[in-house]
C-alpha cells in the first residue's frame, strides 16, 4: 500500500486548506486512515482518522469544529478540509493506513503505533 498526502501550502491565519491523501497498491475500502501532523521540535500528533465505516470519525480536541475528514472509495483518496486555520496548526501533515490486523475503526484517541503505512507528508504553513 502506497500513500501520498498532497494539498499543503502557505495560507494565512483564518484561511482554509485541504489536504488529500490518495491510496494506491490497493482499494481505500480495506483501510482506516489517520491523519497526523508534526511541528518543528514537537512530537508528532494525530489529529483525525476516518473509518472504513464513514460513520466513525475521530477529530483531535485541537482541530474539533475547524476540521473535517471525509472517504471517497471510488477515488482511492481521503480528504482532510481544515478551515479557520491558526499558526499552531503549522506542521508538515502525514496520513496513515491500517488494515485488519490493527482494526479499521477510528477508536477514541490515535495513535501512530497502530498503523502500518505512511505517507511523505505535505507541508502546511499558516503565516500572515
Known amino acids: 500500500v502506497q500513500l501520498q498526502a498532497s494539498g499543503g501550502g502557505l495560507v494565512q491565519p483564518g484561511g482554509s486548506l485541504r489536504l488529500s491523501c490518495i491510496v494506491s497498491g490497493s482499494t481505500l475500502d480495506y483501510y482506516r486512515i489517520g491523519w497526523f501532523r508534526q511541528a518543528p521540535g514537537k512530537e508528532r500528533e494525530g489529529v483525525s482518522c476516518?473509518?472504513?465505516?464513514?460513520?466513525?470519525?475521530y477529530l483531535g480536541d485541537s482541530v474539533k469544529g475547524r476540521f473535517t475528514v471525509s472517504r471517497d472509495n471510488a477515488k482511492n483518496t481521503v480528504y482532510l478540509q481544515m478551515n479557520s486555520l491558526k499558526p499552531e496548526d503549522t506542521a508538515i501533515y502525514y496520513c496513515a493506513a491500517a488494515g485488519r490486523k490493527y482494526g479499521t475503526t477510528c477508536g477514541p484517541y490515535m495513535t501512530r503505533l497502530n498503523y502500518e503505512w505512511w505517507g511523505q507528508g505535505t507541508l502546511v504553513t499558516v503565516s500572515s
Open positions: 476516518i473509518s472504513t465505516s464513514k460513520s466513525r470519525t
